[in-house]
């Protein structure tokens, strides 16, 4: 009887898992499956105008909407925010190109190219943070969506704004945003179904559809207001060491609006057809789509200031005023525009939350997971988590509990930390906080990976053994495990600790608020810089005296033979005593 469940729990294992090359180890189901491996040649179909479409599409999204025109709220003019905006996406959209370049020349993913910079099974803690994270995002980043259905639906039946509310008090929402909320969850799974090299399509599309909607939404906020109205004229009402700052949080908050997006680019440049393609269309589309995008921003807030008396910062809210009293053609225009935000909350919710989680999942668990799978998984989560009330019952009070006979010190501490994570979203400043403390953890994880890819390896990667989960493996290091990689981690995230406690109302040095200010760029730097003289005082192997990415010539590669490799393979190759590139393309 024992041995006939065994058989049937097999069998059903057996069915739940994906399909996979015949003859792989256990060890080598844990490491690898179709989408986690290189991609091949018939599926790389991203070629540079699809990177264009995709930054455009991208572009256009309520974050950088908001970005932007909290830098107005924070006292710069808006030739300064708009500054802001250019300096930090150009500096984006370089992080962008260098990390997306590995993907490019290896056509590997995120989760993989960690291997090389945290171990084999060490690269699972920043897999799974990142998917965590993505997963909480999708579910944040639907509800926004949901009030964009609102405003469409509103459009159409006026009286959807007294929706009778059939839910208590309790569920911190009511029926009509809940209604809403759902309608676009159920919409967006179709675009799960897609594998990432054909959603390449949806993007397009937004790419043409969007930014029209956005242009008109510019030129109708304009004409409504009667003029730009008088923020062309108005001057920052901060100056000295104060402006200095307030530009460079504005920076900051341009490139913590892309942390996601930076890790993740390896998800879509392997499909690109070759590493050109996702290099000067990704480096010059992304500071000039995002810079567009919030300038169409910074002056319908500004006109809104004429219209309202006061710069209503969220496109969605200003919306809902000019359905205020409106006619048919006006309503007609508003649910054309909220369609165009929808489209971009499903796109963004698709580039770097769905398709991040999913990769990611495929890399947890890669014999039951793919891609696939782990976006519909992320999409269940983001509905499971209840987006309206994760900041309260879902999040904030399982993070912060209280025990049955707490001190009175205990109270205090916990209490002030659900009143941070409740209000985090409630400005735009509290909004661009929270981006700079998650871009953070994120920031880390980019050094880490950047420094292994381009200092202390200079581009070689032998792509086959970051599938072997065999000691032998260069990028086994200690149990699996890169320690230098976790040290140099946990250093970037450090560094901003103390910051972030002063971001959050609390007194600090001043020494560690100008840090924090900077702080993309110290977590990159520190952690980086960390890596690089780990490694130099403990060397690691499979590295080169000389910039050489192999590339293609160690991509193509199946895994059903590895056991029968060793490091003996690539003797002489990638070592620090050099070597040539025919020898590589022999091998």
């Not at 040649?41 to 070629?47: D, F």
């Not at 909407?65 to 808006?78: E, F, P, R, T, V």
């Not at 769905?354 to 983001?382: E, H, K, Q, W």
Request: charged residues 15%; glycine residues 8%; proline residues 5%.
């Amino acid at each position: 009887m024992e041995k006939l469940r065994q058989v049937n729990v097999r069998r059903v294992l057996n069915k739940l898992a994906v399909p996979s090359e015949p003859g792989l180890t256990n060890a080598q189901l844990m490491l690898t499956n179709h989408d986690l491996k290189p991609v091949e040649p018939e599926r790389r179909q991203w070629g540079p105008w699809n990177f264009v479409g995709f930054w455009i599409a991208d572009s256009f999204n309520i974050n950088t909407w908001m970005i932007a025109s909290s830098m107005i709220d924070n006292g710069l003019s808006w030739w300064q925010s708009w500054l802001c905006v250019w300096i930090g996406y150009l500096i984006s959209g370089t992080f962008i190109c260098m990390t997306g370049r590995i993907g490019a020349t290896y056509h590997i993913s995120f989760p993989v190219v960690t291997r090389a910079s945290f171990g084999i099974w060490g690269s699972l803690w920043p897999v799974f943070n990142r998917a965590a994270m993505a997963c909480i995002w999708y579910g944040v980043q639907t509800w926004i969506g949901g009030e964009c259905v609102t405003l469409m639906i509103r459009a159409i039946w006026p009286k959807y704004k007294d929706l009778h509310n059939s839910l208590p008090a309790s569920s911190n929402t009511n029926t009509r945003d809940f209604v809403s909320f759902f309608l676009f969850w159920f919409c967006s799974l179709p675009a799960i179904w897609f594998p990432v090299h054909k959603i390449r399509h949806l993007f397009t599309v937004k790419a043409f559809f969007v930014p029209v909607a956005g242009v008109a939404y510019f030129v109708w906020a304009i004409v409504k207001a009667h003029g730009i109205g008088p923020i062309v004229h108005q001057g920052s009402t901060k100056s000295g060491g104060a402006l200095g700052w307030a530009v460079i949080s504005g920076i900051m908050s341009s490139i913590a609006n892309f942390a996601t997006l930076i890790v993740n680019d390896p998800d879509f440049a392997r499909f690109a057809r070759k590493p050109k393609d996702a290099l000067w269309s990704q480096f010059i589309t992304i500071p000039v789509g995002f810079a567009v995008t919030s300038f169409i921003g910074i002056i319908v807030s500004s006109s809104s200031a004429i219209i309202y008396d006061e710069a209503v910062w969220n496109p969605l809210e200003l919306l809902s005023r000019f359905l205020d009293g409106a006619n048919g053609a006006a309503r007609f225009g508003v649910f054309i525009i909220a369609f165009a935000f929808a489209l971009a909350q499903l796109g963004t919710n698709i580039a770097a939350n769905s398709v991040s989680a999913g990769t990611d999942m495929t890399a947890l668990l890669p014999r039951f997971l793919n891609i696939r799978r782990g976006g519909y998984i992320c999409a269940g989560v983001g509905l499971a988590m209840c987006p309206w009330s994760v900041a309260n019952h879902f999040f904030v009070e399982p993070l912060f509990p209280l025990s049955p006979s707490p001190r009175p010190k205990d109270i205090r501490i916990i209490l002030t930390a659900r009143c941070v994570f409740r209000n985090l979203l409630s400005t735009s400043q509290n909004f661009t906080t929270y981006l700079s403390a998650y871009s953070v953890f994120l920031s880390s994880i980019a050094g880490v990976i950047i420094t292994d890819y381009y200092v202390v390896r200079r581009g070689f990667y032998r792509v086959k053994e970051l599938y072997s989960a065999q000691k032998s493996s260069p990028y086994y290091f200690t149990g699996g495990i890169h320690w230098r990689g976790y040290a140099a981690y946990i250093c970037g995230i450090l560094i901003n600790i103390v910051g972030f406690v002063g971001a959050i109302r609390k007194r600090v040095p001043k020494g560690a608020t100008y840090l924090y200010n900077l702080n993309f760029f110290c977590g990159f730097l520190v952690a980086g810089g960390t890596y690089w003289t780990l490694c130099h005082f403990f060397p690691i192997p499979a590295t080169s005296a000389r910039w050489m990415e192999v590339g293609d010539e160690a991509s193509g590669v199946t895994y059903e033979d590895e056991e029968e490799a060793s490091a003996d393979d690539w003797d002489g190759i990638g070592r620090k005593d050099g070597e040539n590139l025919d020898k590589i393309r022999e091998v």
